[in-house]
């Protein structure tokens, strides 16, 4: 019992120090449920290759096969917060009262 406590409180601590790095996109459409979140990454990419060579945003995503707006709209209106919202760890004010 000991070990298995002090090894998951390790484990928390390091998830609590160290920022994710991976993104919270919506996995579906929320208009049509196409399976859009494993294109974001993708799409950045495209976007980004080479700074003057970079595809504008429409090219990028017509190259992802995304055809309709309201996916379109999912992939490229993404902002990632995740990091804004790490500033608000419910867990941390519990243990400061």
Not at 10 to 36: A, D, N, Y
């Amino acid at each position: 019992g000991r070990g298995k406590t002090s090894g998951r409180r390790k484990r928390q601590r390091q998830q609590r120090e160290s920022p994710p790095t991976e993104m919270i996109i919506p996995v579906r459409c929320f208009t049509c449920g196409k399976v859009v979140g494993n294109l974001y990454k993708k799409f950045i990419a495209l976007k980004n290759a080479g700074q003057e060579e970079g595809y504008e945003e429409g090219e990028a995503l017509n190259m992802l096969g995304l055809k309709r707006y309201c996916c379109r709209r999912m992939v490229m209106t993404h902002v990632d917060l995740i990091i804004k919202l790490l500033n608000y760890n419910s867990l941390e004010r519990k243990s400061s009262i």
